[in-house]
């Protein structure tokens, strides 16, 4: 009697606890993110619409006759089309993909498209995510991600290095959308810590674009990877926000309330500092691109801008309650924004040239921006270790992911104590110097 009189009392404060979760999102807007970050430049963020373009390409069954082409076209020599892959070539072990020799911009990329609605085996890659099953580099990553790159670098990683050997002075460049950007963001770790396989390629020739990423990486690998993988979000996108395991998320596609349940608990109950201790919670990876093109609370769109940061806390935390948090996720859209953005970035840069600064304090700025960009990074690995993040070697019950089900979660068979103890002491400042070392 005495329980069953206690049921409406915790359905109120449950209620109430619902309700204030719900408003405090409805006030929450996607600008406070990156409302301290610094502005990007056009030189740094003028591939993004390139790259859109040639993911948009990769749904193309025969490039040289497109059934459907965004505005501008896709900007894509189909002689230069070395591989193009679809769902039957891969079997169904990662989205389809292309590589292009791009000569026009020296560069040599690996296109990955994002998730096919109609295939189950991308919804297996996507949900694939048990905790602490995949670790990498001293972090941990989503499983069937890192299984798709594997996939993706046992197959090209010959053609890969041929191309490299026989264009010395192009980039290799890695781009993907959604699911495709999760799978080119550890692709391009695979590439880093397998350098030698395509000829002891200079780490500053490797780059990746990851287009509205899914979180993919822990919190040491998304800092630690910043000088090379960029994260390109557009305003509302719901998915790098999203924190629940993308299995409970999909299931919950069909009951709205559920999925606003489990998300209003975990954000209710977490907080940030145990976010941040949490070794195996996933994030958007490297450094972050955020295009804002709309005021909180509107619709009309403003001239657009781009916020760029490497945040160790704050890496798009929460999911923003909008009309627009799917929509942004679109890949058109995207290509849309940032191709409108980059043109009104360079019609200012254009107002600039007029005034007549010479060709030297040009190739200053950008030494002074690839400069700020080396301290940025090391900055934000030193507030990693000020925020005490752990090298993901813990274990932990809280996390992206569901619990793991069986055995211990970290350490090797054989490996005393000790040894792991040892481990986990290693530092951020030694990581640090290994990697900028490596360069």
């Known amino acids: 009697m005495s329980v069953a009189c206690c049921v409406p009392v915790v359905e109120c404060v449950y209620c109430l606890g619902c309700v204030r979760w719900v408003w405090k999102k409805f006030l929450y807007t996607a600008g406070r993110e990156s409302e301290n970050w610094g502005l990007a430049i056009a030189s740094e963020f003028e591939p993004v619409p390139r790259f859109c373009r040639y993911i948009m390409a990769v749904y193309e069954d025969d490039i040289r006759n497109p059934i459907s082409t965004p505005p501008g076209g896709y900007g894509i020599d189909p002689d230069w089309v070395i591989v193009k892959k679809s769902h039957e070539d891969t079997q169904g072990k990662v989205s389809p993909y292309l590589i292009y020799v791009d000569h026009q911009n020296t560069d040599i990329v690996v296109a990955i498209r994002g998730l096919n609605m109609a295939k189950d085996s991308d919804f297996l890659v996507l949900l694939d995510d048990k905790l602490g099953q995949a670790e990498f580099d001293g ?70 674009f990851a287009i509205a990423p899914t979180r993919c990486v822990s919190l040491n690998l998304a800092v630690r990877y910043a000088d090379i993988i ?97 929509s942004d996720h679109g890949i058109l859209r995207i290509l849309t924004e940032s191709q409108r953005t980059i043109d009104l970035m360079l019609e200012r840069h254009q107002s600039t040239d007029s005034m007549n600064i010479p060709e030297q304090q040009r ?71 290994r990697l900028f070392l490596d360069r």
């Open 139 to 208: 972090g941990y990553v989503h499983n069937g991600l890192l299984k798709a790159a594997e996939w993706v670098w046992e197959a090209e990683s010959q053609l890969l290095r041929e191309l490299v050997e026989r264009h010395p002075d192009y980039t290799l460049t890695f781009a993907g959308h959604s699911l495709g950007a999760g799978v080119v963001t550890l692709l391009t770790m695979l590439t880093v810590k397998n350098r030698e396989k395509l000829g002891l390629l200079d780490r500053k020739r490797i780059r990746c």
């Open 230 to 326: 960029n994260s390109v979000v557009l305003q509302d996108d719901f998915l790098p926000r999203t924190t629940v395991a993308l299995e409970h998320a999909f299931k919950s596609l069909l009951c709205f309330p559920c999925l606003m349940c489990i998300m209003c608990l975990k954000d209710t109950f977490t907080m940030e500092e145990k976010m941040l201790k949490d070794p195996r919670r996933l994030y958007a990876p490297g450094r972050l691109y955020h295009i804002i093109v709309r005021k909180p609370f509107s619709s009309a769109n403003i001239k657009p801008i781009v916020r760029t940061a490497i945040p160790v806390d704050g890496r798009f935390e929460h999911i923003v309650l909008s009309c627009n948090m799917t």
């Open 363 to 433: 190739m200053e700025r950008r030494d002074s921006l690839a400069k700020e960009h080396m301290e940025e990074h090391k900055a934000a690995l030193q507030r990693a270790v000020a925020l005490d993040v752990p090298q993901a070697y813990s274990p932990s019950a809280y996390g992206t992911f569901r619990n793991i089900e069986e055995g211990p979660d970290f350490g090797k068979p054989g490996e005393s104590s000790l040894t792991i103890s040892q481990k986990r002491r290693e530092s951020w400042d030694e990581l640090a110097g």
